[in-house]
């Protein structure tokens, strides 16, 4: 009986030390650990004038500035992008988690957004959060001062590439309308960037190629019987990763964790990424 007692208690410990390890690591190390995820995808359409044949397009997601997540932070983002020297960057929208609480200085994130290179454009949409907390009124400013297009409901032709970018407004919050992307060319390589994923399945009917979210964080806490009460709604379907429709279109749908957190200050088994999603011209 002592020896059982002796296994129990032993068996206890390790189980609060575990504990302890997994709370430490979701808290300190990984919402920290940014990975550079590398796409590659033909693009029927697409025209590039130049010898590489190839357009790359850097894609990061719900920073969720606040005090869990600084500008400081940010600039592992800012450096990841700059070093693989992008055509094009794609903000997916959520940028504070709540402004009416946000302690920080909205000018050094403009300053820190203006100081991601790319040559052919920035361009951002709308999440929920930037709805929220009072930041309808300040995200667009925050994001011009930083060198972004914010596309809300918006058809935008780079035609010298045979490229449109679509932007749908926030569908939780905002006036997002999915039905925008049949502004979608059949000659172009057509881009959908919508903040929740799950409207992917609203879009299929139309001329698009590819459609950039965010919203999800991967799940951000990833735990059995957990992580599907944490999904917001409109993200609750299409995870994180590559997606692929057996439509006219064959579109497909990419889903970044994004960088940030929102409710808890964790991640866990969903670490934060850039991705660099490069187009070939076919």
Request: hydrophobic share 40%; proline share 4%.
């Amino acid at each position: 009986m002592i020896k059982f007692i002796k296994t129990v208690f032993k068996l206890f410990i390790l189980f609060i030390i575990l504990v302890i390890g997994a709370f430490g690591y979701a808290r300190y190390i990984e919402p920290f650990q940014l990975k550079s995820v590398e796409i590659s995808l033909e693009a029927p359409g697409l025209k590039i004038d130049d010898q590489k044949n190839k357009l790359k397009i850097a894609v990061f997601s719900d920073t969720h500035f606040n005090d869990w997540y600084t500008v400081k932070d940010f600039k592992k983002v800012i450096s990841a992008i700059n070093k693989q020297s992008p055509d094009m960057v794609f903000f997916a929208g959520d940028l504070i988690d709540n402004y009416n609480l946000y302690n920080g200085n909205t000018d050094e994130i403009a300053t820190c957004l203006s100081r991601i290179k790319a040559p052919s454009g920035k361009f951002a949409v709308y999440g929920n959060h930037d709805y929220g907390g009072g930041a309808e009124w300040e995200y667009e400013g925050i994001m011009k001062k930083g060198g972004f297009t914010v596309l809300a409901g918006d058809y935008y032709a780079l035609d010298n590439l045979n490229l449109a970018i679509i932007g749908i407004d926030d569908i939780l919050i905002g006036g997002g309308t999915p039905s925008i992307a049949s502004w979608g060319r059949k000659d172009y390589y057509n881009i959908v960037l919508c903040h929740e994923p799950d409207v992917a399945d609203q879009i299929l009917d139309y001329n698009v190629n590819l459609m950039i979210s965010g919203h999800t964080h991967g799940g951000q806490i990833n735990i059995p019987g957990y992580t599907a009460e944490f999904l917001p709604p409109y993200g609750e379907k299409y995870l994180k990763g590559l997606f692929e429709f057996k439509n006219h279109n064959n579109t497909k749908l990419y889903v970044t964790s994004g960088v940030g957190m929102t409710k808890l200050p964790f991640r866990f088994m969903a670490p934060p990424d850039v991705t660099f999603i490069t187009l070939y011209a076919k």
